[in-house]
């Protein structure tokens, strides 16, 4: 007996440790975290740098379960590419051709309402529109499209257009001031509005970086014009997304102070709303050196925090007053006083891996699938004030969005049915995922399953009909 303990105790000695990647560094980020105070960039590197891997997963499914607890949406929708015609050449792009090339195409009108007609027949809730920058169409097109489904669908949420084709349709529309990206914007997004616009995807975010813009996306508008259209669509009262495009040349700082701005530029829209923050906000720099964000922070993600409610989406019904998560009198009397309405944040940021395939960046390996994971749940833990974030399956593979909500995601994108701007491994541009199959990934991990429309309201559902609660 004790000549097999000694042999026991010999063999522990010899065995790896147990746990070995714990990491010291991270006790005082899992301290801010537990108390809902802010990360700094510092702590952001900690993160990225760390091997202890686990433990930013598990601090960032704290914070989803602290917002969402017991639960994860999912989405019936339906993505729209009306044009792949577009005059940009961004290296990590493969969806975009010049006219006239092979697979070159421009949907018309007719095209556009039978896809509006498959949504209302799938029972879509959204329809997420967007496109490459067509010099060959008018504005009038963008207007008609959006009547057009308004007519046909009026209950389907449009979610259309990222930043970059809103700059675009001013161009086009010859309103885009050059000195002022925000006044043709606004004059192109009031007349979107007013034909059913009823909230921005978050593409073509990228990663706000001057190195990073010069490199992979030049003629692109940068960080100041993306964030000024958002700016202005979130002083309209829409609700808008935002996304990373990591893992081509970009580097893990760039990645966290893109991070950085967009929470700040968050804080600058909760405030707007009546959030009043814990009133020790920091005056941060902007993007550039002079220009400084003087909102204080305003995080969602501790304890108890109440996240912005949804609104009607339909025009001139955006007066539902939000809540403040420290001071309830104080959203309800700025939205009286100023009419604010509870429309104009951003609702959710999606992480997207770069996929080198057809690109010009092709011969990059593109991010793994534990970087994958690791940047979703420092995002989570970094953008404290977005209510949520997205896994989208369509770049990441559905097995691998089930992991996501174990890592910080509390949402899956969606129906999705055709996508044409990146195709995952052995795919074509047909790429659906049943309800079912969403519902039964989500159960699987553990979460209630809740269907949700653009805006994060419930979904009750009969077969195709359905309505949002409350
Ligand atoms: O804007 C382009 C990116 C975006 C590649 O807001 C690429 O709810 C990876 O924005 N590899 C489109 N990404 C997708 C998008 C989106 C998706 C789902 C939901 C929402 C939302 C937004 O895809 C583009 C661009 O940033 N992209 N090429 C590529 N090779």
């Known amino acids: 007996m004790t000549t097999m303990m000694n042999t026991m105790n010999t063999m522990n000695t010899t065995l790896p440790n147990a746990v070995p990647n714990l990491d010291p560094a991270i006790e005082s980020i899992r301290a801010k975290v537990l108390a ?6 510092e702590d952001g590197a900690v993160l990225y ?3 202890d891997i686990w433990s930013v997963i598990e601090l960032a499914k704290l914070v989803r379960d602290r917002m969402h607890p017991g639960v994860a949406y999912y989405n019936i929708n339906r993505h729209l590419n009306y044009t792949n015609v577009c005059a940009l050449s961004c290296k990590f792009c493969e969806f975009a051709r010049k006219q006239g090339d092979e697979g070159a195409y421009t949907r018309d009108l007719d095209y556009i309402k039978e ?3 498959k949504a209302l027949e799938s029972g879509a809730t959204e329809m997420h529109i967007v496109g490459g920058l067509n010099p060959y169409l008018p504005f009038a097109y963008y207007t008609e499209m959006l009547s057009a489904l308004r007519e046909i669908v009026p209950q389907v949420h449009l979610k259309a257009f990222t930043a970059v084709e809103l700059v675009h349709l001013a161009r086009i529309a010859k309103v885009y001031k050059r000195d002022d990206t925000k006044v043709g914007v606004r004059w192109v997004l009031e007349r979107l509005k ?3 616009l009823g909230s921005l995807p978050g593409g073509g975010a990228e990663v706000f970086d001057e190195r990073v813009h010069k490199e992979a996306f030049k003629s692109k508008i940068g960080a100041h014009e993306w964030l000024d259209v958002h700016l202005v669509a979130h002083e309209l009262g829409l609700n808008t997304n935002c996304t990373m495009l990591y893992g081509h040349v970009d580097k893990q700082d760039e990645r966290l102070r893109h991070m950085e701005i967009l929470r700040r530029s968050q804080d600058q829209a909760l405030h707007r709303l009546g959030y009043t923050g814990d009133g020790d906000g920091y005056i941060a720099q902007g993007i550039v050196e002079s220009e400084q964000i003087s909102a204080p922070v305003i995080t969602l993600s501790g304890e108890g925090a109440t996240l912005p409610v949804a609104r009607l989406a339909e025009p001139g019904l955006h007066d539902v007053p939000v809540k403040s998560n420290k001071d309830p009198g104080s959203a309800s009397r700025a939205t009286e006083e100023t009419n604010q309405t509870a429309g104009g944040y951003y609702q959710t ?3 997207l891996p770069f ?9 990059l390996p593109g991010p793994t699938g534990l970087e994958n994971l690791r940047t979703l749940a420092i995002t989570r833990l970094m953008l404290d004030n ?9 770049m990441q593979s559905l097995p691998m969005a089930q992991v996501m909500l174990e890592a910080g995601a509390d949402d899956i994108d969606g129906t999705v049915v055709w996508y044409d701007i990146t195709k995952a491994v052995g795919k074509g541009t047909h790429q659906e995922t049943t309800e079912l199959d969403l519902k039964r990934a989500i159960e699987e991990a553990g979460y209630t399953p809740i269907e949700r429309d653009t805006l994060y309201r419930p979904v009750v559902r009969s077969g195709r009909d359905w309505r949002v609660e409350g």
């Open 36 to 41: 809902g105070q802010r990360l700094t960039l």
């Open 49 to 51: 740098e760390t091997r």
């Open 115 to 117: 896809q509006g007609h």
């Open 194 to 196: 007013e034909a059913g």
């Open 349 to 351: 940021i999606t992480p």
């Open 355 to 363: 996929f080198p395939d057809g690109s010009d960046l092709e011969n």
């Open 386 to 394: 977005f209510p949520h974030v997205k896994a989208f399956w369509i």
